[in-house]
C-alpha cells in the first residue's frame, strides 16, 4: 500500500504477468481482467477505500467460497459456448468421412475388385462410433461435463480426418481446422484433467454411490441390449466409487499421499459416470425434437421432414 493510502497496480517484471492461451488460430494478445474499476497503465492507483477489509464484504451470497462463485458464474455460461463449438465439428466430420468411404474405391479380395472402404468393418466401425457419439453429445450438452465433450469433439475429428487420408488435408474438405478448434476449446478453460481431479476429489464423499445390482451377472445378456448395458455401467460406476473410498482411507501420509492413492479410481469413476450420463435413456430427445434446436414451449411435436440431397452436401474434393 502507497503512503497515500493508495495501492499500487504494478508488474514489475515478466515473471508477473498473467498468461492466457491462445483460443483461435490468429492468435492475439495475453490480456488478463481484474476485478476491480482502475486505469489501465503501468502503476495504476486505486484508493484504499476501494478495498472492502477481509471479512467484511457487504454480501448475502454467503461464504467467500459461494462469493467467488457467483463473481465467477459468468465463466459458465462461456464453458458452455465453448464445448458448444466443437459440437458443429464433432457432426460435420463423421458426416464427411463416412460420405467420403463410401465414394472412394480400393482393391478388393479378388484380382481386379475395386471396393469402398466402408466394405471393411474396421474402417466404417470407427465411423460409426464417431456418429453414434456426436449423437449423444449433441443430445445432452449442458447434461454432461464440458470436459466430456471437448474431449470427445477431439478425438471424433482426429479419427474422421485420418479415415479420409491425405485429402482431408486440403482446406477445401473442411476437415483439417477441426481439429484444432476442440484443441482451443479443451485449452481455453485450462486442463481438462485438472479439472476431473476435482471433480474426482468431490464425487468421492459428496456424491451418492450407485445402488448395487439387483442380480449378479450370469453373461448370458446381450450386448445389444440397451438396458443391460446402462446397468453395467451403473455397476462399473459403483466399483468405481466404492475403490476410491477405499483407497483414499487406505493411503499414507497427508491429504496429497491419500488423494494419489485414490487418484486412479476417480478419474475412473468421473468417467464412468459421464459415460452413463451421456448414454442414459430417460435423456434422450422428445418425438418431434431437432438435434441443436430447443423446441420453443408450447409448440407441437411434428415430424422432421427428410433433407433433400442437393448440391449443398460437402464432398470431399479430388
Known amino acids: 500500500m502507497h503512503r497515500a493510502r493508495e495501492f499500487v497496480l504494478h508488474t514489475p517484471h515478466e515473471g508477473a504477468r498473467t498468461y492466457l492461451p491462445n483460443t483461435s488460430p490468429a492468435g492475439g494478445p ?5 476485478a476491480a474499476r482502475v486505469l489501465v497503465g503501468d502503476r495504476a492507483r486505486t484508493p484504499a477505500s476501494n478495498r472492502t477489509p477481509p471479512g467484511r464484504a457487504p454480501s448475502g451470497v454467503g461464504s467467500p467460497r459461494k462469493r467467488f462463485l457467483h463473481a465467477i458464474r459468468r465463466v459458465t455460461v462461456g464453458k458452455l459456448c465453448m464445448s458448444a463449438s466443437t459440437l458443429v465439428g464433432s457432426r460435420a466430420a463423421p458426416a464427411i468421412a463416412v460420405r467420403y468411404v463410401y465414394l472412394r474405391h480400393i482393391s478388393g479380395p479378388v484380382a481386379g475388385e475395386r471396393v469402398p472402404p466402408a466394405a471393411h468393418r474396421s474402417h466404417l466401425a470407427r465411423l460409426l462410433a464417431c456418429t453414434a457419439t456426436a449423437y449423444a453429445m449433441t443430445f445432452l ?4 461435463t464440458e470436459r466430456w465433450i471437448t474431449w470427445q469433439a477431439r478425438d471424433i475429428t482426429i479419427e474422421s480426418r485420418e479415415r479420409c487420408g491425405a485429402r482431408a488435408l486440403f482446406p477445401v474438405n473442411g476437415l483439417a481446422e477441426f481439429t484444432a478448434n476442440a484443441d482451443g ?7 481438462n484433467l485438472a479439472v476431473w ?39 462399473a460406476e459403483r466399483h468405481w466409487h466404492l475403490t ?5 482411507r487406505g493411503g499414507t501420509g497427508d491429504a496429497l499421499g491419500r488423494w494419489n492413492h485414490a487418484s486412479a479410481a476417480a478419474l475412473a ?15 434422450g430427445l422428445r418425438p418431434g425434437h431437432r438435434p441443436g434446436y430447443p423446441r420453443r414451449p408450447g409448440r407441437p411435436a411434428h415430424p422432421v421432414p427428410a433433407r433433400p440431397a442437393g448440391p449443398a452436401q460437402r464432398t470431399p474434393a479430388c
Open 269 to 283: 469413476l468421473v468417467e464412468t459416470y459421464t459415460v452413463g450420463q451421456a448414454t442414459d435413456p430417460r435423456r
Open 141 to 144: 450438452h449442458g447434461t454432461v
Open 30 to 34: 495475453k490480456s488478463a481482467v481484474v
Open 197 to 235: 481431479c476435482k471433480a474426482g476429489a468431490e464425487m468421492i464423499f459428496g456424491h451418492v454411490a450407485a445402488p448395487e445390482p439387483a442380480t449378479p451377472a450370469a453373461g448370458q445378456k446381450s450386448l445389444t441390449d440397451r438396458t443391460f448395458l446402462r446397468r453395467a455401467l451403473a455397476a
Open 185 to 191: 476449446a479443451i485449452t481455453a478453460e485450462g486442463d
Open 244 to 248: 476410491a473410498r477405499r483407497d483414499v
